[in-house]
């Protein structure tokens, strides 16, 4: 059970009464002064310790702010609350214990006001993030606003503190001069009062003076970097004791702080790393979604199926680096995926597959093989191949299928779902600008090309004869005694010759050629490169089997078909612009129907 200080000083106090009163006042006197000191010395403890306390209770909120922000974990915002109560609290109560200081009372309020002012800002990103604004929040914390406020509060604290710690000092200090004040009049009185005084004396400062000095070494450890020095509260006064835990207590949390301070700094700076990671990802987004753009405005632009091709090739390789591919669209007349372009590599052929033999296709959604054997490999696929196939849709509908030889990470399956939306956007698209360019050169009866094809095609056609030399050849043509299926089977069944005929010569003249129906039963053939008497023979060929045709409607016999032909080339002298080539074969057919109906005849301006 430890003893009182006071006590002991009363009890020596009374022996001195005995022999001298006046020393007994004085002493009583200096013992209450020393005891005064030494509460002073306590209070600056106390100050000391609810600053310090302080600062770490804003570091506490400016971890939880950011842990919020970045986290968005509701945990952190309610940690950010309680610090910033604890830390206006306790900025409270320092000062309303310096209130004896008007110095230190004036900083401790200027210090308040500064942590006050850091609330308000450290609040603002909270309440963006806890509106949704999150990216607002993430801007305002990365801005680095406030590190002026926080350098002028390190400022004003240290000042504050060091203000204290000279005042503790200068205590500890008058406590050591009042004790040492006490030894001389102990001395003194011992004169006196004799060799029982001296003792009673002796005993008195050896109790005080062991637990300074404990003291004073723990401080002066703790101040040279040794946060585990510590007071042995064994003090041998209540004092003393009090004052040791007390000390050990602020020690203990100041240890606290710089741990919870180097903590809240690693967690900054992962927290600062995923940011970092996050904004790069976003930039390489956003790289990707530019790249995208610019291909479909290409894929857009494009008019025919090499064009498309050409910019898939230069274009999807940059988006997916280092994947070899290629892209299939479907063909609604056959029902197979035709390979459109391949990069990275990979050969393409040119048979195509069904889209049933397309996992993806088939499910709708992405399929692929990772690691061989941990899926269903696709019918178009090897056996021992990773692979990924995107699904084209639109609508519900096939439009094509994305084919990647290799395997597609996470990151790669954001840019795969992008490009997938685009390639099948710009295949829609040009699956439209086909139709409508078709419906507007085909004839919708025959399916031939139309009169307006014809002119454009045997203009372009001239041009390129008359700058290369090559021959050039016009057939005109119609169907003998057209108007006696009108007449006698109805417009149905003229409709059926015109189709018979028509498909006839589609199959039978060359691919090069172009097939036109000019009007009503009238048809016409562009034939580049082909002489006129060359041409003739190959038309000999189409009339005998057009003869021999046998055209049904409706399961009733329509009668034998024929038709004439007039065949004519075309020369620099006819001109540019098919005109007079149009009428020279014409003429010729003419002279065919004349001598009968049922052959070919080469124009005089042919022969």
Known sequence: MFSSLSARIAAIGVIVVAALGSFAVILADASQQTSDSLRWMTHSVEI?????????????????????????????????DQSLGDMKANAARIVALTADNPLQHGRAKELATLLDDRA????????????????????????GQGRELMDAIGVRAQVFLDEERALQAARTGSVEVRLGSNQRLALIGAL???????????????????????????????????????????????????????????????????ADQVDSEERLHVANAELQRNSEVLRERGDVIELLGGMAHRMQAARTDDELAQIIRVFVPRVLPGIPGALYAHNNSRNLLIPIAGWGGMEVGQEGFSPDQCWALRRGQSHGVAELGSDIVC???????????????????????LYLRGRVDSENRFRLTVLAENIASALVNHRLQRSLREQTIRDPLTGLFNRRYMEEALTLEIARAARSGAPLSLVMCDVDH?????????????????????????????????????????????????????????????????????VRQNGQTLGSTSMSFGVAAWNPGMGNDGTHLI??????LYEAKRAGRNRAVLSRLAA
Do not use: W
């Not at 302080?54 to 945990?75: K, N, W, Y």
């Not at 090897?382 to 849709?393: A, D, T």
């Open 379 to 401: 019918g178009h696929a090897s056996e021992n191949e990773i692979y990924h196939c995107e699904p084209l849709l639109a609508g519900g509908e096939v439009i094509g299928d």
């Open 583 to 588: 009428q020279a074969a014409d003429a010729a």
């Open 48 to 80: 000391i310790e609810l600053t310090q306390h302080t600062l770490g209770e804003m570091r506490e909120a400016e971890s939880g702010e950011r842990g919020f922000v970045i986290t968005r974990d509701q945990q952190f915002a309610k940690a950010f």
């Open 120 to 143: 308000t800002l450290l609040r603002r990103p909270l309440d963006l993030a806890r509106k949704g604004d999150f990216e607002g929040a993430e801007a305002a914390v990365s801005t």
């Open 192 to 258: 006196l009062v004799g060799l029982l005084v001296a003792i009673g004396c002796f005993a008195l400062i050896r109790g005080i003076r062991r637990p300074v000095e404990a003291m004073l070494r723990a401080m002066t450890d703790l101040g040279g970097g040794q946060r585990k020095a510590r007071i042995d509260t064994d003090m041998g006064s209540q004092e003393f004791s009090r004052l040791a835990k007390r000390y050990n207590a602020m020690a203990d949390q100041l240890e606290f702080a710089v």
């Open 482 to 550: 057209f108007k006696r299926f009108n007449d006698e089977f109805g417009h149905d069944a003229g409709d059926a010759v015109l189709q018979a005929v028509a498909a006839e010569m589609k199959s039978l003249f060359r691919n090069g050629d172009v097939v036109c129906r000019f009007g009503g039963e009238e048809f016409t053939i562009i034939a580049p490169s082909s002489a006129a008497d060359a041409l003739l023979v190959r038309v000999e060929e189409v009339r005998q089997a057009i003869s021999e045709l046998n």
